[in-house]
């Protein structure tokens, strides 16, 4: 029931007590407890997506670099062939 949920619609532990349709011992004894571990999991995502960005973004920048060496070199040789 909970991994069918989006992140953003489990914001608070009543919400998992409520989908679960639990009693108040499993409340009192286990929903904070879920919740942390989904918080947990939610954060190392997000973190996991930032830094896959990270490096998609520093990958493109050295793509990009090797492109316009590649160029460079080119219009050096060209440039040298005319003079």
């Known amino acids: ?6 992140p953003s619609n489990v914001t608070w532990s ?3 007590v409520t989908m679960l349709d639990e009693m108040d011992e499993w409340k009192d ?9 989904i918080q947990a ?3 190392g995502l997000a ?4 830094d896959e ?13 090797k492109q316009d060496q590649v160029k460079f070199t080119e219009v050096s040789n060209e440039t ?4």
Do not use: G, N, P, T
């Open 14 to 16: 009543e919400q998992i």
């Open 53 to 65: 960005a990270a490096w998609y973004r520093a990958h493109q920048k050295q793509v990009k670099h």
């Open 41 to 43: 999991y939610d954060q």
């Open 1 to 6: 029931m909970l991994v069918r949920l989006h």
């Open 80 to 83: 040298e062939e005319c003079i």
């Open 29 to 37: 004894q286990w929903s904070c407890q879920v919740f942390k571990v």
């Open 47 to 50: 973190d996991r997506h930032k």
